[in-house]
């Protein structure tokens, strides 16, 4: 069950309300009901009906946060400002479908992993492949080819898995300076998506990803870390 399907449910609970019978009001079809019940999203538009609807932001509704949402008349959220800096960041997005062979083996040696490590997602665990050779660190070019990589939205299972590993090197990384899992529980983080990357548990479709490029940059404040440090654990 998606975050967004919770969710949904519990607020058509509290004002007595079937959620089927709701999406039929804000004209919204039973199929595509059915499509959230089996792990889909709604649309941008059917979303901010639906937190119009109940007066929530649409954060709420598509983040793990359960924080109860009172409503305050001199401080209330405008959807529309959400959703208007949302659906820019949502055109920008760009599809990842394959990385070459080229950019692949400019990578491996800057964050010192195998090409086995790299292509494959049953390596849960990251080991460092060798004493890190810091001529590397030169080419910072690497850092905005990997962020770049982690920005995409994978078409491809090898693109995803890619991402993912990447995402368990970041994660080994910020071990060794200190931010374990247990540090790395937050609201700004999708859980469920971590938990995935720390145990290769299936967490669900929409949950079996590597990290963004939010949550890079989320993590590069959060820890004080530079990215050079999260690629390659050396300062």
């Known amino acids: 069950m998606t ?26 079809s039973a199929a595509t009901v059915t499509k959230w019940v089996n792990d889909g999203m709604p649309n ?12 929530v932001p649409i954060d709420y509704l598509i983040n793990e946060d359960d924080t109860p ?3 305050q008349a001199n401080k209330k959220r405008s959807v529309f400002k959400s959703v208007s800096s949302l659906s820019q960041r949502w055109v920008s997005l760009r599809r990842g479908s394959e990385i070459s062979l080229e950019m692949q083996l400019k990578i491996i040696p800057y964050v010192n992993c195998t090409v086995q490590f790299l292509n494959n ?16 660190l030169k080419d910072t070019e690497t850092i905005f080819d990997i962020l770049g990589i982690l920005d995409h939205c994978a078409d491809t299972e090898s693109y995803r898995i890619v991402q993912v590993q990447l995402s368990r090197i970041v994660l080994y990384h910020l071990k060794e300076k200190g931010f374990d899992r247990e540090a790395l529980r937050t609201e700004h983080l999708d859980q469920e998506k971590m938990a995935y ?25 959060f820890t004080g870390l530079s990215y050079q440090i999260m690629f390659t654990g050396i300062e």
Do not use: Q
């Open 3 to 28: 975050v967004f399907w919770r969710k949904y449910n519990e607020l058509c609970d509290e004002r007595g309300i079937k959620p089927r019978t709701l999406a039929t009001e804000l004209g919204i």
């Open 44 to 55: 941008l538009d059917m979303i901010t009906r639906i937190a119009e609807y109940f007066d």
């Open 69 to 71: 949402i009172i409503p």
């Open 121 to 136: 997602d049953k390596y849960i665990e990251y080991v460092p492949e060798a004493e890190y050779d810091t001529e590397h």
């Open 197 to 221: 990357l720390y145990t290769g548990k299936d967490s669900g479709k929409t949950h079996n990803y590597g990290l963004n490029f939010s949550d890079m940059d989320f993590l590069r404040e």
